[in-house]
């Protein structure tokens, strides 16, 4: 059984899911992918998890560094697993490439991996604002596709302070 919790934020409604002791999922209104990997579900946003995720996410949205994330357990293959754990070490306000990740892995398990690898398995977090698969941009500093819209990763970089003027932003193609 998975809970969900959905709350309102600056970039639309969110909703919350929970498999009761951590977090397995947060997608943006109109993301693709995530809500089918959920089993059975219930509405249950007084769950502690949950709870902590809406306190985590407030602060976030108050335009401040929300500090520690709350418990996470997101469902996918051991790549994404490692992928993910790497979102989370992305400083708030930081910027990293799909490339630097790619070199982080390789270093780290001596396999090589192509930044294209790592960007599918970024595009596939179940996990978004939370694990900030949006601090990620391409090798030029460009910003490339985001599962909740370009628009809302550009408003989320904004909040955490970077200086989205200095990235390249595209203004046709599937990033959009």
């Known amino acids: ?3 969900l919790s959905t709350l309102n ?5 969110l909703t919350v899911a929970s498999d009761g002791d951590a977090l397995v999922g947060l997608w943006l ?8 990997t959920l089993g059975e579900t219930e509405e249950r946003p007084e769950l502690p998890v949950l709870q902590e995720a809406r306190a985590w996410l407030d602060r976030y949205f108050e335009g401040a560094d929300p500090g520690p ?14 992928v993910w754990t790497m979102l989370a070490e992305i400083p ?3 910027l990293t490439t799909y490339g630097e990740l790619a070199r982080r892995i390789e270093e780290e398990t001596g396999a090589r991996t192509s930044a294209r690898a790592v960007g599918g398995a970024v595009g596939h977090n179940p996990i978004s604002i939370i694990l900030p698969c949006h601090r990620v941009v391409g090798s030029t500093r460009s910003l490339t596709g985001y599962a909740g819209g370009l628009q809302k990763k550009i408003a989320l970089l904004r909040l955490e302070g970077v200086d989205v003027d200095a990235l390249k932003v595209p203004t046709k193609g599937t990033a959009l």
């Open 9 to 13: 934020s600056p970039v639309g409604p």
């Open 92 to 94: 708030y306000g930081q």
């Open 1 to 3: 059984m998975d809970y």
């Open 29 to 36: 209104d109109g993301q693709k992918y995530f809500e089918a």
């Open 69 to 82: 994330i709350p418990p996470v357990s997101p469902r996918g293959t051991a790549f994404r697993q490692r």
